[in-house]
């Protein structure tokens, strides 16, 4: 259980979630979603959502037509997951339980499109982010794809340490990088004061 991030959304101070309201950024993350459904109609499959949060994503995945599950090990943060989806209208199954230990959260596997939007970058040690991307593996179908947000590695005290494509590849043997994206999320007020940030989607692909 990460006490930080329990302590965050009792206290609602979600500073990550921020981007969310930027149009230009949405609009990215929309374009980059489509990107895995091309040439293809709904239901387009399983997809999983690590470190799901309050469910932004995981909602917009769903009422696109992908069967979501998030896993999250932060309870608030999944009660309001569920209210996201209840509002919205769509299925989203979620799961308590920790991302470096993923099989044994019963989260189930064959996920076809995968999520990191700000968990892999932050808080886990080296031997969790492996543990991490060994369990991802397992879960993942072949040939799937991961979306991960990270920030550059920077030294910012509480704040997420950031990861460089050398470590998400360190981590991800059995993936490639086939994708990195810079993301301009100069609106949004939390980068006003991390400038160091960086922020970059980096598209993975497991082996077929
Ligand atoms: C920066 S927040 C991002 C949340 C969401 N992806 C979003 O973009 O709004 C990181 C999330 O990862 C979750 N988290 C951190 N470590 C975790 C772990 N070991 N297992 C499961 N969830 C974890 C936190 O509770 C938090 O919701």
């Not at 309870?75 to 044994?104: C, F, I, Y």
């Not at 990191?116 to 879960?139: I, P, T």
């Not at 494509?165 to 490639?176: K, V």
């Given at each position: 259980?990460?006490?930080?991030?329990?302590?965050?959304?009792?206290?609602?101070v979600?500073?990550?979630?921020?981007?969310?309201?930027?149009?230009?950024?949405?609009?990215?993350?929309?374009?980059?979603f489509?990107?895995?459904?091309?040439?293809?109609?709904?239901?387009?499959?399983?997809?999983?959502?690590?470190?799901?949060?309050?469910?932004?994503?995981?909602?917009?995945?769903?009422?696109?037509?992908?069967?979501?599950?998030?896993?999250?090990?932060?309870?608030?943060?999944?009660?309001?997951?569920?209210?996201?989806?209840?509002?919205?209208?769509v299925?989203?199954?979620?799961?308590?339980?920790?991302?470096?230990?993923?099989?044994?959260?019963?989260?189930?596997?064959?996920?076809?499109?995968?999520?990191?939007?700000?968990?892999?970058?932050?808080?886990?040690?080296?031997?969790?982010?492996?543990a991490?991307?060994?369990?991802?593996?397992?879960?993942?179908?072949?040939?799937?794809?991961?979306?991960?947000?990270?920030?550059?590695?920077?030294?910012?005290?509480?704040?997420?340490?950031?990861?460089?494509?050398?470590?998400?590849?360190?981590?991800y043997?059995?993936?490639?990088?086939?994708?990195?994206?810079?993301?301009?999320?100069?609106?949004?007020?939390l980068?006003?004061?991390?400038?160091?940030?960086?922020?970059?989607?980096?598209?993975l692909?497991r082996?077929?």
């Amino acid at each position: 259980m990460s006490v930080a991030y329990r302590i965050l959304y009792r206290l609602g101070v979600t500073p990550w979630e921020q981007i969310a309201n930027l149009p230009d950024v949405t609009e990215r993350i929309s374009a980059l979603f489509a990107r895995e459904e091309a040439g293809r109609e709904p239901p387009y499959g399983p997809a999983l959502d690590l470190g799901c949060g309050s469910g932004i994503w995981a909602v917009r995945l769903a009422a696109r037509g992908w069967q979501v599950t998030g896993i999250d090990d932060v309870p608030k943060a999944l009660r309001r997951a569920r209210e996201r989806a209840h509002e919205a209208d769509v299925g989203l199954r979620l799961v308590k339980g920790d991302v470096t230990r993923l099989r044994a959260t019963g989260v189930g596997s064959g996920f076809r499109f995968l999520l990191d939007f700000g968990l892999f970058h932050d808080e886990l040690k080296d031997d969790q982010r492996a543990a991490m991307a060994r369990g991802v593996s397992e879960v993942a179908a072949p040939g799937a794809t991961l979306l991960m947000l990270a920030w550059a590695p920077g030294r910012r005290g509480p704040l997420p340490r950031g990861a460089s494509r050398a470590e998400i590849e360190a981590a991800y043997r059995t993936w490639r990088v086939i994708d990195e994206e810079a993301l301009d999320p100069s609106g949004a007020p939390l980068y006003r004061y991390v400038r160091n940030a960086d922020p970059r989607f980096y598209r993975l692909r497991r082996a077929a």
